[in-house]
């Protein structure tokens, strides 16, 4: 592996993200009405919004932001929900494709979509590519803990890692903890069956073994359990596809049996009706603090340009909520921070990362 | 592998169960609190007390219902919590190997303890033996869900689990099920990253494609995913200990992250406050319903007799509920049910079977 002296920023692209505006339940109004919001938020982003130009150039007609701060490009065809990643491959002139293209091309620094999760990734790793010093793209998304926000990846970009992956997941793990958390020294735990040393397969403990000797010093906190996750003990969560994607999956469902548990208890009876309506400031500040759409925009790093998937189902505050994670990446140089961290890693241990390639 | 055709119900032991009288955060009186409920609530069981014969003697003069259905067995050691499990296994005099001991002889058809979980897995593995029939013991436990109860397997005695294992996994989790849940019909469900047939690694399609076209017919439902365990859409998940571990401590520590923000929303303000007292009813009985007590209790199932661990920290309520699991698992013939089901499997799919011994 090498990291080429000379690789500085790119050439500033013209358009910050490209907009897939087709993608998601409620598209294009619930996109545009994102776009609305996050024109707000970053006055200074420049918007590729990839459509039908007819419908499009209608919703801009009544928001005035989101018309200032986009430019238009028209796709004929969207790639439906349910399509395979292997056809969503050949449709040529899909709102998503076009997008993605623009990324590929440089024109823009990455890519927000609402659409069919497996199609973007598949497209994105085919087109945008993966990045030189990376063996394989992974799936990152951010959650809430008891000690504040936390990272986690992968979350089923690769069922199946090997150490080398693992390491890289670190690296890429630590970037977007600096970039979109805002964090200086983010604390990474490696998700393991027990804190111990010993535990584990060979796998996450020869992982351990390179983090632990020279890369991260004592921001890598070792091991770290399932429960660790929500209790925020470390700021970034390392693990392989298969057990994040069940990790984040289980959490999600334990909460939301909790938060239907709870509805039944607050309507079981007229006085529990009464304390709900009393209570009821400090419960909304917690169900605000646990807003799903605070934590939209799954992240798919490792690749030549920032791509972002949004929750298909979401609002327009959601989304504006991906849009911000996918301009955080932009504005504070996601890529960059991976290189640093990889040379970081080639000094540190040269024979792991020189092995698989 | 073979099953011999004369297998059948073993010899009725002397005891139902011998119980490690010393093992726990709090032994052993709260081990003495739990007999007492659970000689109640079994009063044909016959239990062999282990541990220090002087102590045992006089908690037992103030426990009547315990004194009668238990007999005492002197062991002058007891293994700590942080001792190895290669360092418990040398301690001859230790009232947990004392207890398994016993199970081995074939006095006891089972054993509870709320020792140390790494020294009662490799004691029970090594004294008592793997069934003949299966490859690897797994640990396997109950949990709550939206859809009633749900027993999930492996929860982490094995880190890397091949298709056959999880093949076994299913039959003994459908046994389990049967014994402990009542269950005439258990569904199960393999644990996947999705619930597509293409999903996953090469492992859990293989598991599926046995499960799937022989053994339980309709009762196996596929691959389920992280937020089906606390749905309840199936009775028993499968999935490797790694994934399994980590699953169960998520969602362990997603509930634990709700119930301390809901501490903190009920005593934020005064109107917070009487909001809780006059929701009170419904929010103990939905507390009663997730009460970890009422779960506690794993099993590692797979060996040549019922070996329950009950949580060290427990107290005499949820140490009785241990009892009740492994109770129901000796009066339900646990160990029968699981040499059927390994007869239907072995007919149904020789090939995996017969595979890696």
Not at 48 to 67: F, I
Not at 288 to 302: F, K, S
Not at 315 to 339: K, Q, S, Y
Request: net charge neutral; glycine share 10%.
């Amino acid at each position: 592996m090498t990291v080429p002296d000379d690789a500085g920023p790119p050439a500033s692209p013209a358009f910050s993200l490209a907009v897939d505006a087709m993608g998601g339940d409620h598209a294009p109004d619930v996109v545009l009405d994102g776009l609305e919001l996050a024109a707000e938020r970053h006055p200074h982003a420049r918007f590729l919004l990839v459509g039908d130009e007819a419908r499009l150039g209608a919703l801009l007609a009544r928001r005035k932001r989101a018309a200032k701060a986009c430019s238009v490009r028209h796709a004929p065809e969207a790639i439906s929900g349910d399509m395979k990643p292997t056809a969503a491959l050949r449709v040529r002139g899909s709102s998503m494709r076009v997008a993605i293209d623009a990324v590929a091309a440089g024109e823009a620094a990455g890519i927000v979509s609402a659409g069919n999760t497996g199609a973007l990734m598949a497209l994105a790793k085919i087109v945008v590519k993966t990045l030189p010093e990376i063996d394989r793209p992974a799936l990152a998304a951010i959650g809430p803990s008891a000690r504040g926000d936390v990272v986690m990846l992968d979350l089923g970009a690769n069922v199946q890692c090997d150490a080398r992956n693992l390491v890289e997941f670190a690296v890429m793990g630590d970037a977007f903890a600096r970039s979109v958390l805002g964090l200086t020294k983010p604390t990474i735990g490696l998700l393991n069956v027990g804190s111990e040393e010993l535990k584990g397969d060979e796998r996450v403990r020869q992982a351990a073994d390179t983090l632990r000797d020279s890369l991260f010093g004592e921001n890598f906190r070792g091991f770290v359990e399932g429960h660790d996750i929500a209790a925020g003990t470390v700021d970034v969560i390392v693990t392989d596809g298969f057990t994040g994607n069940v990790a984040l999956k289980t959490g999600e469902g334990a909460l939301k049996l909790m938060r239907d548990l709870l509805r039944q208890v607050f309507t079981s009876s007229i006085p529990a009706r009464v304390g709900y309506l009393l209570a009821r400031p400090a419960l909304d500040r917690l169900r605000e603090w646990m807003d799903p759409r605070r934590y939209n925009g799954a992240v798919l790093i490792g690749l030549n340009g920032v791509v972002v998937k949004s929750h298909g189902g979401t609002d327009a505050l959601g989304f504006a909520h991906a849009v911000d994670v996918a301009m955080d990446m932009v504005t504070h140089r996601f890529n960059e921070r991976i290189r640093e961290g990889l040379v970081r890693l080639s000094q540190a241990a040269p024979r792991l990362t020189d092995a698989p390639g």
